[in-house]
């Protein structure tokens, strides 16, 4: 599975999600997101990305504080942060992964 992520969906087939610098979330279940953004930071830092923004939406935060204790605990990342204006804003979170072992 390198380079791309399934999320099982339970009326369907796994859905394949290329492993990009940018994850947009907005098509997803809540209950998918934590598995979702667990193994996408895990195969995003094996790809060598050290950055990479999760996009949650604004709307009244339920994702976003979802996604950001996600991160709180996850051991590929290094730091969060709001992404800037121009890259989504309050809307998004822009995340420093940790260098993968070699």
Do not use: N
């Not at 996850?74 to 709001?82: G, K, Q």
């Amino acid at each position: 599975m390198q380079g791309a992520c399934s999320v099982e969906d339970p009326g369907g087939p796994p859905v394949r999600i290329e492993v990009t610098d940018v994850l947009d979330l907005h098509a997803f279940r809540p209950a998918e997101i934590p598995s979702l953004v667990a193994d996408y930071l895990v195969l995003a830092q094996e790809k060598g990305l050290v950055e990479i923004r999760l996009i949650h939406g604004k709307g009244r935060g339920v994702l976003r504080r979802l996604v950001r204790g996600i991160l709180d605990r996850h051991p590929a990342v290094l730091s969060y942060r709001p992404a800037p204006e121009d890259a989504g804003g309050w809307g998004a979170t822009l995340v420093t992964l940790r260098v993968a072992d070699s």
